[in-house]
């Protein structure tokens, strides 16, 4: 292992990034998402309630895999709309935002999708300032009709100063787990999927095969058997632990994550 991966890459370092080439964004999809993230961005700006309007999620981590990832916007609401409007109310308006784009919406207890005929699709996530900290930010939750802490801006600079520090593997591992986690219907979810990679990265980058054998060895572990994935994950923990150790491990790397998985000639 190394800190920031850069050793000579191996023929299997080789077909991972192969098979991150086939599911990571192209370079004209990421500038689809971009050109409509300036857009958005724009015409909320000009809300009179909106102090700010940040990119968030995978495309500012740079973690964004194919058909499955959006944007996510967080849009800080000024003192005046916080003051006046609880989590409902704040939901509320943030749709009407919404509408001022696209009148295709769906409303979540905590975020406004906008719907697009084309990809990619648009989270906005209101947050506004926690008026007992100049540090703290909150996120509305209209069902629990509660303030709950925002997080994703914290997250989006621990993915990138990590990144930063042990080289472009780390988000390629994170893609290569997102995806195999939605191909699967798992539903670890992006978020946990990037807290195990940061475990599993702690202080050095592992290989590949090491860092999905520890993210999938973690998700097992939290699973619980109510929710009908442990044996699942516990079993997919195998395989890739089985494929680190073989002599040939692209025929397995294969069965873990389907067709795209590239196998070199022998």
Sequence with gaps: ???????TKSSLDINFERFDNQIRLANKELETALERTRKLRSQISQHPQVLTCTVTGSIARSTAIRIYSDIDLAVRFNERAATNGGPAEIIAET???????????QT????????????????????VQDNTSKTKLLMPNRALAAWLPYTAGQRDIEINLKSNILGPKFTTLIRIMKWWDRV??????AYYIEQMALDACKYEMPSYPDGIVSIL?????????????????????DLAKKASFATRPEPLWKALFGEKFPISRP
């Design 1 to 7: 292992m190394s800190l920031n991966g850069n050793a």
């Design 95 to 105: 749709e009407h935002i919404g509408k001022s784009v696209t009148k295709n919406i």
């Design 108 to 127: 979540s207890d905590g975020s406004v999708r906008l719907i697009f005929p084309d990809w990619p699709s648009v989270d906005l996530i209101p947050i």
């Design 184 to 189: 699967n219907d798992h539903n670890i979810g």
């Design 217 to 237: 060895g973690q998700a097992a572990q939290k699973a619980t058997k109510s929710s009908g994935s442990a044996e699942e994950l516990q079993a997919a923990h």
